[in-house]
T-cell receptor, first 115, second 110 residues
């Protein structure tokens, strides 16, 4: 089965530093998403991206966050100035364009630790 | 109050038992997802439902839109089914903006 790949699997950074989390969605998918899960808490939606622009974002996705699809295959999440509370597992996901919103395919996640 | 509630929070079963996990939600939705989160953290989509019932192998998912309730059933449970099962709802008009439940941690003993 096709896979969504995320790199790195673990990222440790100092508070205030910029981080970029990378994702390669499934090649014929058109909808891309970022979610996060703080340890011990439920998964939360951050942002959805379609046709090279953000289609929806949550309250969590403030000006410190940005997303980009720089080259037609990668999908990145940038956090400009990390805070301690940004420590979480970040999941990228993609879905197919046909039939509306169908099955989501998740990457294995990037564990971000902000020190 | 959480918009998506799952029960039970934790469930321990013996291998071979029939398992039911419940999900209730309080908002209007266009679809409901059942997800499986493995101990390593990875998430796999099991079902997306907007009405009725779906079956895949030993897994069955049902939804009652009027009652705002969904169930995930596992027949002939196996230790490899041990995972956290998460219900997530998509509000009408939304795409990937899902509201997630807290999950049900299932442990199946041999």
């Amino acid at each position: 089965e096709p896979e969504v790949t995320q790199t790195p699997s673990h990222q440790v950074t100092q508070m205030g530093q910029e981080v970029i989390l990378r994702c390669v969605p499934i090649s014929n998918h058109l909808y891309f998403y970022w979610y996060r899960q703080i340890l011990g808490q439920k998964v939360e939606f951050l942002v959805s991206f379609y046709n090279n622009e953000i289609s929806e974002k949550s309250e969590i996705f403030d000006d410190q966050f940005s997303v980009e699809r720089p080259d037609g295959s990668n999908f990145t999440l940038k956090i400009r100035s990390t805070k301690l509370e940004d420590s979480a597992m970040y999941f990228c996901a993609s879905s197919a364009p046909w039939g509306g919103f169908e099955k989501l395919f998740f990457g294995s996640g990037t564990q971000l630790s902000v020190l | 109050k959480n918009e998506v509630e799952q029960s039970p929070q934790n469930l321990t079963a013996q291998e071979g038992e029939f398992i039911t996990i419940n999900c209730s939600y309080s908002v209007g939705i266009s679809a409901l997802h059942w997800l499986q989160q493995h101990p390593g953290g990875g998430i796999v989509s099991l079902f997306m439902l907007s009405s009725g019932k779906k079956k895949h192998g030993r897994l069955i998912a049902t939804i009652n839109i009027q009652e705002k309730h969904s169930s995930l059933h596992i027949t002939a449970s196996h230790p490899r089914d041990s995972a956290v099962y998460i219900c997530a709802v998509r509000k009408g008009g939304s795409q990937g903006n899902l509201i997630f439940g807290k999950g049900t941690k299932l442990s199946v003993k041999p």
